[in-house]
Structure formats: C-alpha cells, structure tokens
C-alpha cells in the first residue's frame, strides 16, 4: 500500500514528475478500477483483517474500506462509552505528512494560516491550507517537532488534493534554491485515537514517560508497550482528552490489542459512526459537509486559527478577502442549531426557513440524534442577522417544519488536557 510514497520528493530532481505521475494514480479511488471494471477497489488501513475479526462493520469510506462500527456495541452505545471511558478509532487512512529542510517554514507559511515558525518545539496547531479566494482547501493539524521536521495531519477526503498542493509548491520553492523536501509516511505508519476521560490512565502503563506534563496539542516521540518510534499527539476530534497515536505499520496491531487486554474493557473499539456524532457533539466541521473550497475560515467560525501575526502580515492565500470578512462581517455563518419540536433529525442539505416568513435563510450542513443530549442537533449556515443565539428557525424535514433554536458550539463542553 502506498508504494514508494516514504521516499523524499526532491522535487527538482527529474524522478520527481514520474513519483508526481504515480501519486495521482495511487491515490485517485475513482482511476482504481478492478479486472471487470466493476466498482472502484477500496484501499484498506493495515487493521483491515483485524477489523473484521472483531465484528467491524465495514463501509467505503474516502476511498478506504473503513468500520463504521463494532458488532458489540450501536453507535450510540459506543458514542456514550467515548463520554464515559475511552474509545479506539483507526484513523490510517488519514495523510500524514513531513516536511523537512531549514525552509520547512517558509512552506508552512505560504500555505497555511498559521505562524508555524513561532510554535514551540513538539508544539501544534489546527490550521488550514486556503485559496486565494478565501475558502478552505482543507483543515489539519501541524505539528513543529523537535526533529527537524513538520509534522501534518490532514484529510483523507482531501488526500490527492493536498498531496498535490503540496508537492507543486515544494517544487516551486526548490526551483528557488530552498531548502525544503517532502515525505507522506502513510505506507510506514498507522494513525490510532485513543479518546475519552480514561485515555490517560490507560496509555500511561504503557508509555516511558509522565503523560501529565503532555498537554493539548503537544505531541512526543516514545516507545509504546516497548515498541519505539511512537509518535504521541495529544489531539482528537471529540471533544473529550485522547491523544493520537502515529505508529509503525508493522506494530500496530501488538500496540492496540495490548491496550485493550490491558484496559480491562475500559476501552473499547470505535467506528466512524461514533466519530461522527462525538465531533458534531463537539460542534468541529466535517470536511466537505461543515466547511470546503467556497468556506471562508470567517464564515465557519474559524478566524481563531489565524495566528495573529499572520494577520497583521496578510499574507497567507486569500488573505484580502478574509481579513475584509473579519472586518466588515461575512454575509453568513455557521450557527449550531437544537431541536424544540420532538422529531426526526436535520440532515446535510436541509433548508432553514425564517420562522415568521418562511423564506429560506441557510442551509444544515450537518446533524443527529444527540446522544449524550437526548435531542437533535446539528450546525449549518445561516444568512447574516438571521442567526442570533436563542432564537428559533424551522428546518424543512420531508416537507414538514420543524422548530430549531440557534445555540452556541460545542453542543457538549471540551474537555480538553489545558496547559
């Protein structure tokens, strides 16, 4: 899987249009077809096997056949047991990136919003790579290691796009005469969350190092259950304390089956069923429904991710038009949204109607039955003035109005391991 993708691209180098060629390739689904030109050949994460031994339920998911959840557990008992415990989710099919060379952060900087130079060693950030129209090419996370590299995270969704977003500008800086090359590490490492309040005490057994002094965002390399080379990020996408764990292909089934015999049913296996609701819970966008290329960051509620500084300097791509956003208000915004009138749920696509017009006002981007509430939510993108909190809108649900009341994010509180 993912052949030949750990070698550096020197981008220069007359290979680097042939490894350019074969990315695309590898990493397109839809050119992927089989020998009876049936149906796209789904890649799989290296605990495919190990998934379906345990009684995952297997979907196609960007391109990867991926569990959606376990046969012990619903979606909604394994969302709970997140809440309450801790919970494993495979997330290999995410692209992790290095970048290296003493120009790595001048490619952060030209990419990105966020003043990568300025993080403190092992240090990360949510950020986003944007266009020069002001939307969101994807969100990540990026990560200054001790190591001489960067260390990003970033959609799976958006792998070949941002692959090649990548690789373009490492060639263009490269035809500059700077210092800068890439590896995607995705063929020599699995990715695993291990989320939930128990997450601590459960991986601290079994790490070399006091994981209280790790804090949000904050990432380390150690060994885990006596394998080396573990890199430790304290980060998820639910809302609660969990970390996640970058580890070598060939190791990552030993390290998950040694957490879960040793956490005595404390954690439990966790599928994108379960991610999907925690994250909405924790009000954090889903790329491609939440936020995409016609999103500005202002829009979506994400200016936070804009260092300061970069504001001051504007610019990052589409900075114009999103620091004219930040300053005269965007025409509209992403608002959470909580179900008044018992029934069926709002769902991606929905229209939001004015309450006393009627007229259409925005549209649900995302939405659920609420486990840990007991009651609908979900986020979209209301015209401007029309989202004030506490008051109320009517979802369009299979021709029927529903009453929703705009509310603050995150639906559940963060509990995130602050410094």
């Avoid at 005269?328 to 309450?355: C, E, N, Y």
């Amino acid at each position: 899987m993912f052949s030949g993708l750990t070698s550096k691209l020197f981008v220069n180098c007359e290979t680097f249009f042939i490894r350019r060629l074969n990315i695309s390739t590898t990493f397109n689904v839809n050119s992927k077809i089989n020998e009876n030109n049936e149906k796209p050949t789904l890649k799989v994460t290296p605990l495919n096997q190990f998934h379906i031994k345990n009684g995952g339920k297997m979907v196609p998911f960007a391109g990867y056949s991926m569990p959606v959840l376990y046969s012990d557990l619903s979606i909604n008992d394994s969302h709970l047991h997140t809440r309450s415990k801790a919970s494993l989710f495979d997330v290999s099919h995410m692209l992790q990136t290095r970048v290296y060379g003493k120009d790595r952060f001048q490619f952060a900087h030209d990419l990105t919003v966020t003043d990568v130079k300025n993080l403190k060693p092992n240090q990360g950030s949510l950020s986003l790579f944007t266009n020069h129209s002001g939307g969101i090419i994807d969100d990540l996370i990026i990560t200054n290691t001790d190591s001489n590299f960067l260390y990003i995270v970033s959609n799976a969704g958006c792998m070949e796009k941002d692959i090649s977003l990548m690789v373009d500008h490492c060639a263009k800086l490269r035809n500059q005469g700077k210092d800068v090359s890439l590896e995607f590490i995705n063929d020599g490492y699995s990715l695993i969350a291990l989320q939930g309040p128990s997450s601590m005490s459960c991986l601290q057994s079994q790490v070399d190092f006091d994981l209280s002094v790790l804090y949000f965002m904050y990432s380390k390399v150690s060994s885990i259950a006596g394998i080396d080379g573990c890199r430790i990020t304290r980060c998820g996408y639910t809302g609660e304390d969990g970390f996640e764990l970058s580890i070598p292909n060939e190791s990552v089934q030993i390290i998950v089956e040694t957490l879960l015999d040793a956490s005595d049913g404390t954690i439990k296996l966790a599928g994108l069923g379960a991610r999907d609701t925690l994250r909405l819970e924790a009000g954090l966008c889903l790329y491609g429904n939440d936020i995409d290329e016609a999103t500005t960051p202002i829009e979506a509620g994400l200016a936070w991710t804009i260092s300061k500084t970069r504001r001051e300097t504007r610019d990052f791509p589409g900075a114009d038009i999103i620091m004219k956003q930040l300053k005269d208000k965007p025409t509209r915004r992403r608002v959470g949204l909580k179900s008044v009138d018992k029934g069926p749920p709002a769902r991606h696509g929905f229209q939001i109607l004015d309450s006393e017009t009627g007229a259409e006002i925005g549209k649900v981007t995302s939405g659920c039955p609420s486990p840990s509430l007991n009651t609908n939510i979900a986020m979209g993108y209301l015209k401007a003035g029309k989202g004030k909190l506490g008051s109320t809108v009517k979802c369009l649900i299979r021709n029927k109005q529903y009453e929703f009341e705009v509310t603050k994010m995150p639906f559940v509180p963060s509990q995130y391991y602050m410094e």
